[in-house]
Each structure stands twice: as structure tokens, then as C-alpha cells.
């Protein structure tokens, strides 16, 4: 049983009623981030119930040493940590002599929370009865301020409801937090000194190994009434927290409000001398602005996001919330502003994975950066890689690949692989053909070929080069193979001849040399510096071919379709229909060495190839692939929904696209996985955002033009979308009866919708 608590709202996510046993679930689902820094939902006040403390920032990690039962060769020498940071948000609460704790109130009424998606905060409300049989009605605002990323911002209100009450607001800043995922117990922070002025205080801390310093600081302001009062407060502090404290006599209905601007200055953007002195002056930036001003300029900078990146559904409300919940998610990650970060698979609202960096981001999440943002955005992603280069050499070269082979991480926050399962890390090698693949979608999408003589041609080249090191030529096969391998489904440890991987790699190196003769032609002086510094010549380019040319791929005559990998017909071949529903999820309910020897897909593998290359294959190969995996698809990672969801609508499939859809726009909101607690799954979220644009709306780039074959479900009455192609930006409406587009430009666009060509003129609209 899925959860249904959320309320279906087209701009909110709204949870009603406390219930302990959710509190986890929430401070996910409500989470909140502004690209710099982020965190849980955490209460403000004291709660001693059950919960998942969490604040990051973003760039900032530790080295967490790898823990593993048996040592191997080129294992990575430590899991890198996604830091819980100090805690700016708490504001303990004292009502006539007794601590606010909604775990050991009386009675909780009236409790709500509200994510506004629309404008960009956090809200939450409550009557509660105190154990002293106070009662009192709190409503606490926060948000994380996009134009000033270093502060966030929480106005707590409470107000006495059964008797006058003298309240005390304990605001508080702490570092001597830990990380729920941590390897052997470390201690992540080492605080260095802890300070305090009037109404500010400020905790100086470094990260150990990585020394990473961060100024956590905090400025309060104390009103009754709406009326600023100028209390002195008293003071406590110790060697990782400081508590300033402000006791306020209300009478009976009065408000006693606290206003806490918070956050993190860092010496990723300043010296370790300034933090404190950078930190006092945004914290007076934004006090002097105050709480109303800065919370109209963060819905005007959300306003200017969604005028872009929204996606409207007619007639569906759950399925509306469920796009703009994901498309919220994914700019609260990321915004595109700061080339040395990137978009982690929990963002800011968890610690499980680790790492900064999966494959997802060239797999899923470029194209909507791409679409949503402009094309600088989706450079810095590649840029990115590009920065990681020598380290993904190194990495290897750990492995003993030699002359500027590059195997980029599985995880990574520097570019070093941090991921310790050696099925995944050794063997999951498919991810660096997703790098390559990026570089080839937004050379089609954006046009701007310059990125490959400047910087992708030599990613290209690292990456043939270990294709070709990395197969195996089978003199009984005549033919090159690749050995020990894990797919995409992850499901299967350790196989042969992979499909998909073997697919990529041939095409990988097919598309590099393609890449090479056109730089070499067009881009002379960059050809030139390019082979000086990787020393390639025509004799490993014709070793490169010749693994491509003789690429081995599994194929079963009997069922006319590629196979997952060599020994994929040998399984029990029984469907997920027939599976037994008690046995699910199986990664909860079975050994892993059920699974292995079981048919069963964790996500789209052989199907991810026909995703990314669907135009090298007729759509009759499609839905013979299709009909074939699907049903031992179990959906059990946060990447499947999607894919299956756009391949079932180009097969004009829709109840099973539309089913799909529903899925991965909602995994989280409805917890399909039974594991939300944990934090999002960011970067699937970009795959929502595919299966509207791509599978429902049909956009691909073909002959260098915009396409479309635009599909609606039976539930929706319409839906739009906004893609920025080349600097133009085309407004797509799709409904029951057609579709229709609209330019926002200066000059023509040709575009095709179903096959034929269609020129919208600026600031014109065109019926289809």
C-alpha cells in the first residue's frame, strides 16, 4: 500500500493532522534548498519523537574511509560522505517554564504543513496543549533565499490561546552533529571557536581530512504584535553550540514572534580569515531588507523560474503536483550557477549514496537543465567532467588501464570513485558511455559544436580509449566481448556481454573517431593540440574500429530480440505479473542470491539503449524489445518509471504510459519504494519532466530541427510545456483536439509535428 497522505493540490504540497509514525516521510518530502545549501523539515522547536536531523551544503564532504569485509585490488580508498552540517534552524521554545515537544503535547490539533512550490517556502501551523496545560497556536515560516544563497530565513510565531504566558524563544546554532550514515563513527566537524554579538552569534568549524571551513551563523529579532522589541538576550554557549535566549510576557491572544535569519558562509567562496566578517554582512543584508522583503524577492525569483521550467496539466490534479513537485526539487538542487557542483541523487534532502555525482546527470538530467534553463547551464554539467578528466584517468589506471584510458566514477564529489561494492564500482562501466552520450545530446540539442575541439573531443578519446583496452576478442566467436560486467539492471552481478554496454561502447568509439576526422578538418590548431597532448595515432584509431566493427551482441532468433546479456535465456522466465505480490519489493524480501539467479529488471537495460538510441532501430524492434522486458520489469529503481513511460507512449501505448508517468512523477509523494525517509530521488525527477516532454509530447531533434509527435493521456484534458531551443523559446499546448505553438524569438523556426514541416513566425501562433 502506497501512502496517500498528501493532499492533491496544483501548486502545494500539503500534509493535515500530525501522525508521528510520518514525521520522517515529511522532513523529506517538505525539504527545502536554494542550490548553495538545503535541508529536512525539520522542527524548529525541540521534538524528542523519531526523526532525521539533516542540513548540507553544497560541494562540502568528507573522505568517509571504505568499510568492507574482504580488501580487493583498486578498491576505492574511502566512501565520500554527504555532510549533515552544523544546525542554524533550531529555536527551542518555552511556554510558561515548559519546553514545546510535540511528541509529549497533550493534544496536537490543527496541524498543518504546506510546501508552497508556486513562491518558494515552508510553512507549517498547530494548536497544541502543553503538558502544563498551556495552550498555544504556532505558525512557523521558513525559506531559503535564492537571491541571497548564503541565508535562509524562519519567522516562528506563537500565540497563547487559554491564558497570558511568558514565552521563551531559545534560538540556537550547533555543531556537534553527526551523520546517521557514517562508516566507522568519525567526527565529520571540528568546531574551532564559537562567538556571539548583541543579537548574532557565529560557530567557526572545518571539516577533518578535507578541511572544508564553514561560518555557520545566526541574527534574531524579537517582536510582539509585529512590534520589534530591543531585549538584551542571555547568553550560553560551549564548545560547539551557542544559545541566545529572549523570555517576551504575552497576554492571553497576543503574538510572540521570533524572525531567525541563518545559514553558511564557506571558504569554497571566501578566505578562511573572512567567513565571519562575510557572514555579519549578509546576515545585516538581509535583517536590513527584513522578512516580508525578502520573502516578495523569493517569489519573484521562483515566478522567474516557473515562467520557464513549468509544465501545466488540465484535469489532473495529482498528476500536476506530482510534475511540479519534481521540477521544484530539481532547481532546489541545482540552478545552473556554479560550475563545481552538480546534482546529487538526494540533493539536499538526505545522506544516502553518497557522492555528488552519478551517471544521472548525463543520462537524465542534462536534458531538462537543457530545455529549462539556456545552454551555459548544461555546459557547466559537462564542464564539470571535463575538470574530473585526469582524475577519471587515474581512476583507470588503478584498475590497469594504460595510456590515458579514463573510467569516470560510479560516485564521485572530485572526480576520485568513492563507491566501495565492487559489482558496481568495477563492473557498472556502462556510466562512461553516458558521458560520452552527453556530450553527443547537447551537441544536437543546443547546436554549439565548440565545446568538442575545446574540451569534449579529449573526454571522447579517454573514453574509446578504454573501450578498446576494456574488450576481449573470442577467438570462438570471431568477435569482441566484454567480460564481468553489471548493466543497468543491477539485478545481475558480474555477466557477459552485457547489450547495452556492449552497444555503447561500440558507439562510443564510432562516434569519437567521427568527432576526430571533423575536428581535424574544421578545427586545425585545436586538432593539432588535442593529439600533441594525447599522443593518439592512426594505428590505435584503427585498433579503436576494429572493436567496433566486431562488437559481439547476444541476440535469441527464437524471440527475434537482443538479449540482456549471455546467460539471460537460462533463467526461470517467470513474469512480475505472476510473482507473488507478498514478495515484493524483492530487494526487501529476497537474498541477493535469489535475485541474481531471478529474470527480474531493476530498470530499463536493454530498453535504456533502445531509449538513447531509438533511432538506430525500427519501432517494430521497439515493441518486440518491449513486449519482451517489461513484463520481468520490477520497477524497483527510481530511473525506470520513466523510460518505460516514454517508450510505451511511442508505441501509442498510453494507459501504460500514462500508469508509468504517474508513477515516477509521484514515487516519492506516494513512497513507492517504501523508503522516502531516506530523502528524494532528485535526479530521477528529471526523468519526469522526459516522460511529459519526450514521451507525451514526442520532442526530439531530428535533421537539426525540433520534433514532435505530440500524444495526450484520456485523463488530461491538455497540457504545456516551454522548451528554450537555441536561444528561442517555443511554448507547447497539447490537447484532446490538437496542439498548438507559439515563439518567443526574432527569428523564424522550422519545426516538425508529426513529420511535416511547420515555420512559426515571432510572437505568432500556429495550430496543428
Request: with cysteine.
Amino acid at each position: 500500500m502506497n501512502q496517500d497522505y498528501i493532499k492533491p493540490d496544483n501548486w502545494s504540497i500539503i500534509e493535515e493532522g500530525f501522525d508521528a509514525e510520518r514525521v520522517k516521510s515529511s522532513e523529506s518530502l517538505f525539504s527545502i534548498g536554494n542550490g548553495a545549501m538545503g535541508q529536512r523539515a525539520n522542527f524548529e522547536e525541540t521534538y524528542s519523537g523519531p526523526t532525521f536531523q539533516g542540513s548540507y551544503i553544497a560541494g562540502v564532504y568528507y573522505p568517509d574511509k571504505t568499510r568492507v569485509g574482504w580488501w580487493k585490488n583498486g578498491y576505492p580508498e574511502y566512501f565520500a560522505k554527504v555532510l549533515n552540517a552544523p544546525n542554524w534552524i533550531g529555536i527551542d521554545v518555552m511556554v510558561n517554564d515548559e519546553k514545546l515537544d510535540l511528541y509529549r503535547c497533550k493534544s496536537i490539533t490543527n496541524f498543518r504543513r504546506e510546501l508552497n512550490m508556486k513562491e518558494g517556502w515552508y510553512q507549517r501551523s498547530f494548536n497544541a496543549v502543553l503538558q502544563n496545560d498551556t495552550e498555544i497556536s504556532v505558525k512557523a515560516t521558513r525559506f531559503l533565499s535564492l537571491d541571497l544563497d548564503e541565508v535562509g530565513a524562519i519567522k516562528y510565531e506563537v500565540i497563547p490561546v487559554n491564558k497570558d504566558a511568558t514565552i521563551v524563544f531559545i534560538p540556537y546554532l550547533d555543531s556537534g552533529i553527526t551523520n546517521e550514515d557514517s562508516n566507522w563513527d568519525d567526527k565529520f566537524w571540528d568546531t574551532y571557536d564559537v562567538s556571539h554579538k548583541g543579537n548574532s552569534a557565529y560557530i567557526l568549524s572545518k571539516t577533518m581530512k578535507t578541511e572544508f571551513h564553514v561560518c555557520t551563523g545566526m541574527l534574531n529579532q524579537v517582536f510582539v504584535n509585529d512590534k520589534q522589541t530591543n531585549i538584551y538576550p542571555n547568553v550560553e554557549t560551549n564548545g560547539t553550540y551557542a544559545r541566545l535566549s529572549y523570555a517576551v510576557e504575552v497576554e492571553k491572544g497576543e503574538t510572540a514572534a521570533i524572525i531567525k535569519f541563518g545559514g553558511y558562509t564557506v571558504s569554497l567562496n571566501h578566505t578562511n580569515e573572512d567567513l565571519v566578517s562575510a557572514s555579519t554582512a549578509v546576515l545585516k543584508q538581509a535583517s536590513e531588507s527584513g522578512f516580508d522583503a525578502m520573502l516578495d524577492l523569493q517569489k519573484k525569483a521562483w515566478s522567474k523560474i516557473w515562467e520557464m521550467a513549468d509544465i501545466v496539466i488540465e484535469g489532473d490534479v495529482k498528476a500536476q503536483q506530482g510534475i511540479r513537485f519534481n521540477i521544484f526539487q530539481l532547481n532546489q538542487t541545482y540552478l545552473g550557477k556554479d560550475a563545481r557542483l552538480n546534482i546529487g541523487p538526494k540533493g539536499f534532502t538526505g545522506e544516502k549514496y553518497g557522492g555528488s555525482t552519478y551517471w544521472d546527470t548525463e543520462a537524465y538530467c542534462i536534458p531538462f537543465y537543457m530545455a529549462t534553463k539556456d545552454q551555459l547551464v548544461a555546459r557547466n554539467l559537462l564542464t564539470y567532467r571535463y575538470h574530473h578528466l585526469d582524475k577519471a584517468i587515474e581512476n583507470a589506471e588503478k584498475l590497469g588501464f594504460v595510456n590515458g584510458a579514463a573510467l569516470y566514477p560510479m560516485v564521485t564529489m572530485n572526480g576520485e570513485e568513492c563507491h566501495n561494492e565492487w559489482e558496481i564500482t568495477f563492473e557498472e562501466i556502462h556510466r562512461n558511455g553516458a558521458m560520452t552520450f552527453a556530450i553527443y545530446n547537447y551537441v544536437r540539442y543546443t547546436g554549439d559544436y565548440s565545446y568538442v575541439p575545446e574540451k569534449g573531443l579529449e573526454v571522447m578519446i579517454a573514453i574509446a580509449r578504454f573501450w578498446h583496452q576494456r574488450a576481449t576478442y573470442s577467438t570462438d566467436k570471431e568477435k569482441y566481448v566484454i567480460l564481468g560486467v553489471t548493466g543497468p539492471n543491477e539485478y545481475e552481478n558480474n555477466i557477459n556481454n552485457n547489450w547495452y554496454t556492449n552497444y555503447l561502447a561500440k558507439w562510443c568509439i564510432e562516434y569519437c573517431i567521427e568527432n576526430i576526422d571533423k575536428v581535424k578538418a574544421e578545427y586545425n590548431t585545436d586538432y593539432t593540440r588535442i593529439i600533441e597532448k594525447t599522443k593518439l595515432n592512426q594505428e590505435e584509431i584503427d585498433a579503436m574500429l576494429e572493436v567496433a566493427e566486431k562488437m559481439y551482441f547476444p541476440y535469441s532468433e527464437k524471440y527475434q530480440v537482443y538479449l540482456q546479456q549471455d546467460g539471460f535465456l537460462d533463467k526461470e522466465l517467470i513474469t512480475v505479473a505472476d510473482l507473488d505480490k507478498s514478495q515484493r519489493p524483492i530487494n526487501q524480501k529476497w537474498s541477493w542470491d535469489r535475485i541474481l539467479r531471478s529474470p527480474y529488471i531493476k530498470q530499463a537495460d536493454t530498453l535504456q539503449g533502445f531509449y538513447m538510441f531509438e533511432d538506430h532501430f525500427t519501432k517494430e524492434e521497439l515493441k518486440r524489445h518491449f513486449d519482451f522486458y517489461e513484463p520481468f520489469t520490477v520497477h524497483e529503481s527510481s530511473l525506470s518509471p520513466c523510460v518505460h513511460s516514454i517508450q510505451a507512449a511511442v508505441l501509442d501505448q498510453m494507459d501504460q504510459a500514462y500508469t508509468f508517468y504517474l508513477r515516477t512523477s509521484r514515487l516519492d509523494l506516494d513512497d513507492y519504494n517504501k523508503e522516502v525517509e531516506e530523502g528524494l530521488h532528485i535526479t530521477s525527477m528529471a526523468g519526469t519532466w522526459m516522460s511529459i516532454v519526450e514521451g507525451f509530447g514526442g520532442l526530439r531533434i531530428k535533421n537539426d530541427k525540433l520534433s514532435f509527435t505530440p500524444r495526450i493521456p484520456k485523463e488530461w484534458k491538455g497540457y504545456t510545456f516551454n522548451v528554450n531551443f537555441r536561444n528561442q523559446i517555443l511554448k507547447v499546448k497539447v490537447s484532446q483536439e490538437g496542439t498548438s505553438f507559439t515563439l518567443e524569438g526574432n527569428q523564424e523556426l522550422t519545426i516538425y509535428v508529426d513529420n511535416k514541416e511547420f515555420t512559426i513566425s515571432p510572437n505568432s501562433l500556429i495550430t496543428v
